[in-house]
């Protein structure tokens, strides 16, 4: 089945760090230029973060851009996201969602993990 | 940055009407506008991609239409399964960006 799986979600306090995985299967996660996308309770989408399939373009949205890092791991289908410094304002359900190149769409996404920083 | 403007934000409407959501956008984006759908706690759907292309599986009911900074979605025959709420998305230039959505629930 072609999936995506978050995880690693959960509750950190303001100035804390957490790590997100996102793991692939049924189809060559390697081909694939990849995103994380957040929503904050009842709020809309914003596009956090992407790497391409090869690892040489990398974009951040400025509200994050110096505290997450993504990158990827090939070998284990697996994309991260490392938040540091977080804010109460980060406070999200994080999605991954793979890029479609060719039509310049989000076509596949995981089910998502909830980040909650609070004190 | 590209801002991307829905609306309504919300509508009502019963089963079997047809439903036209707006999306604008502030600077011309050609083709690149995406509709995504999504139901209470689950993940978006990508429902139509380049304007008016259908996703794999995605009903007929479902079309697209606009070009440069003026887009439509239309739902003819609205099913139970289509209330959800909608966002448009724009991929012409990083950062991408969404409609701040537009919710449909039944009359």
């Known amino acids: 089945e072609v999936q995506l799986v978050e995880s690693g979600g959960g509750l950190v306090q303001p100035g804390g760090s957490l790590r997100l995985s996102c793991t692939a299967s049924?189809?060559?996660?390697?081909?694939?230029?990849m995103n994380w996308v957040r929503q904050a309770p009842g709020q809309g989408l914003d596009w956090v973060s992407y790497i391409s399939y090869n690892r040489n373009t990398i974009y951040y949205a400025d509200s994050v851009k110096g505290r997450f890092t993504i990158s990827r791991d090939d070998a284990k289908n697996s994309l991260y996201l490392q938040m540091n410094s977080l804010r109460t304002e980060d406070t999200a359900v994080y999605y991954c969602?793979?890029?479609?190149?060719?039509?310049?769409?989000?076509?596949?996404w995981g089910q998502g993990t909830l980040v909650t920083v609070s004190s | 940055d590209i801002q991307m403007t829905q609306f309504p934000s919300s509508l009502s409407a019963s089963f079997g009407d047809r439903v036209t959501i707006t999306c604008r956008s502030s600077q011309i984006i050609t083709h690149y506008l995406n509709w995504f759908q999504q139901k209470p706690g689950e993940a978006p759907r990508l429902l139509i991609h380049?304007?008016?292309n259908l996703q794999n599986g995605v009903p007929s009911r479902f079309s697209g239409s606009g070009s440069g900074t003026d887009f439509t979605l239309t739902i003819n025959s609205l099913q139970p399964e289509d209330f959800a709420t909608y966002y448009c998305q724009q991929s012409y230039s990083n950062p991408w960006t969404f409609g701040q959505g537009t919710r449909v629930e039944i009359k």
């Open positions: 969602a793979r890029f479609d190149i060719l039509t310049s769409n989000f076509d596949l």
């Open positions: 380049d304007v008016s």
């Open positions: 049924g189809f060559i996660f390697s081909s694939y230029s």
